[in-house]
């Protein structure tokens, strides 16, 4: 059983900088990747960037060079570090983690998502 809180969304100018945490409680496994999604109103869920449990990386061409996904061991957190925002970054932020047991069962854990608003 995990569970995943974000925190970190704020209104910020355009061209600032925000960094979301994302910290998961209860049994993390080996295998794993983190993700960050992004819902703005009206949009489906978009996928913005994942780390793995080896930390390989990637990330949507829309925030490509602007945001910067990392993890730290110590409490099970990632972080998304977001520079040159833009108001098409306004969006709902959700954190979301996958993982496998050693016997390849997949499980899906959802944070509530916190909000990010870039103004113009």
């Known amino acids: 059983q995990v569970q995943l809180v974000e925190s970190g969304g704020d209104l910020v100018q355009v061209g600032g900088s925000l960094r979301l945490s994302c910290v998961a409680s209860?049994?993390?496994?080996?295998?794993?990747?983190m993700a960050w999604y992004r819902q703005a109103p009206g949009q489906g869920r978009e996928l913005v960037a994942t780390i793995t449990n080896s930390g390989t990386t990637n990330y949507a061409d829309s925030v490509k060079g602007r945001f910067t996904v990392s993890r730290a061991n110590v409490k099970n957190t990632v972080y998304l570090q977001m520079s040159s925002l833009k108001p098409e970054d306004t969006a709902v932020y959700y954190c979301k983690l996958t993982q496998w047991n050693v016997q390849g069962t997949q499980r899906d854990y959802w944070g509530q998502g916190t909000q990010v608003t870039v103004s113009s």
């Open positions: 209860g049994i993390i496994l080996n295998h794993y990747i």
